[in-house]
Each structure stands twice: as structure tokens, then as C-alpha cells.
């Protein structure tokens, strides 16, 4: 499926660097998410872009900047991250903004900082 | 308290066996239910909505207890594709944008 993609699928990083985590939904959506993952703790909601502008920005530190150019892509940038931050961070698109629309992931970036 | 707990599992279950999944919610005011499944080491996809009603898709069936705060899943004559982790996803009553995830229970199914 490429519904909607991720890209890398894997990043080693160490703490002084700067990266960047690409979305791409092919599924003429208005709306897309980040999310991330750590290990045995349930998907965190990070970021909700609606049509290219942010709705909502659930507590993240600022180390991570999302930008969204367009309602097809998203970016996450990464810059003086923790070991904590390893994590897997998923991107998901839905038609809506509203949280019962159905939401489609992508198949996520799993991140390592060293 | 969680706002959406499961019992993580996992479930180890012979193949054709039924199993069955409950998950708490701590807001009785919450308004749509899900659950999800996530294989290992891939994205959760959308496994069915919760209806008051209860619904059923083939071997499945989610039901609502609103007046318990809890949702289950039933999976009859189980396969070994249905091996995976099972999310019950909640939306929330802070923000019209967020859905609250448990933690997944797994199920493994056995030959």
C-alpha cells in the first residue's frame, strides 16, 4: 500500500545533529498527524495539520518543528534531540480534520539517538 | 488513571479459538470508539468502529458498555493472520482533534 509514505524508514542520529523526517499522503486528504511511538506506551499525538495550517501542537519540546508546505507533505525537523526521543514516529492522514475521521498511517520512521 | 487501559497480553491462543478483548475508558463523556491493529513492527490500520448498537464484520465484533466505560472485541474462529496487537483508540473531550490509544494487547495465535 502508499496510501501514505515515510521517509527514512530508518534514522540513527547523535544529539547534536539536525534531520529531517518526510510525509507524503497520496490520498487527497485535508488533514495530516505526527505521532510517536515508544516502546510499550501507546501512539502520543504530536502535531495536526489541517489544510497545511497547525491546529494542534500537543506539548512537544520544541526540538521538534513541523512544517507542512502543502496538504500532501509533512515534515518533522530534528535538532539536539535526547536518547529519549528514539522512539517510532508515524505520520496519518484523514479526509477531515475531526478526530472521527478515519485516520491512515504511514509506515513510520524508527528513530535511534545515540 | 489512564485514560484508555488494556491488558497488554498476550493472548495465546490455538488457531479456531475465540478470544475476547476489554479496554476501560476513564471519560464517560467520550463519544467514538475504535479499535485498531497494529502487526509487529508496522503501522496500526483501522480494524472497525465501536457502535452503541455493537457491530460485527465477519468474525468480529466489537461491543459498547457506556454505562461501565468499556469496549470489548470478540474474535471467533481464530487465524493465524489475526496475530497482531489489538488498540482500543477513544476520542478525546479536550480537543476535536485527538485520539486517546491504549497501549495494545496482543494476541498470538498458535497452529
Known amino acids: 500500500e502508499t496510501g501514505v509514505t515515510q521517509t527514512p524508514r530508518h534514522l540513527v542520529m547523535g544529539m547534536t545533529n539536525k534531520k529531517s523526517l518526510k510525509c507524503e499522503q497520496h490520498l487527497g486528504h485535508n488533514a495530516m498527524y505526527w505521532y510517536k511511538q515508544s516502546a510499550k506506551k501507546p501512539l502520543e499525538l504530536m502535531f495536526v495539520y489541517s489544510l497545511e495550517e497547525r491546529v494542534e501542537n500537543n506539548s512537544v519540546p520544541s526540538r521538534f518543528s513541523p512544517e507542512c508546505p502543502n496538504s500532501s507533505h509533512l515534515f518533522l525537523h530534528l535538532h539536539t534531540l535526547q536518547p529519549e526521543d528514539s522512539a517510532l514516529y508515524l505520520c496519518?492522514?484523514?479526509?477531515?480534520?475531526?478526530?472521527?475521521?478515519?485516520?491512515?498511517f504511514g509506515p513510520g520512521t524508527r528513530l535511534t539517538v545515540l | 488513571r489512564k485514560e484508555v487501559e488494556q491488558d497488554p497480553g498476550p493472548f495465546n491462543v490455538p488457531e479456531g479459538a475465540t478470544v475476547a478483548f476489554n479496554c476501560t475508558y476513564s471519560n464517560s463523556a467520550s463519544q467514538s470508539f475504535f479499535w485498531y491493529r497494529q502487526d509487529c513492527r508496522k503501522e496500526p490500520k483501522l480494524l472497525m468502529s465501536v457502535y452503541s448498537s455493537g457491530n460485527e464484520d465477519g468474525r468480529f465484533t466489537a461491543q459498547l458498555n457506556r454505562a461501565s466505560q468499556y469496549i470489548s472485541l470478540l474474535i471467533r474462529d481464530s487465524k493465524l493472520s489475526d496475530s497482531a496487537t489489538y488498540l482500543c483508540v477513544v476520542t478525546s473531550m479536550d480537543s476535536s482533534y485527538k485520539l486517546i490509544f491504549g497501549s495494545g494487547t496482543r494476541l498470538l495465535v498458535r497452529p
Open positions: 496519518a492522514s484523514s479526509q477531515g480534520v475531526l478526530n472521527t475521521d478515519t485516520q491512515y
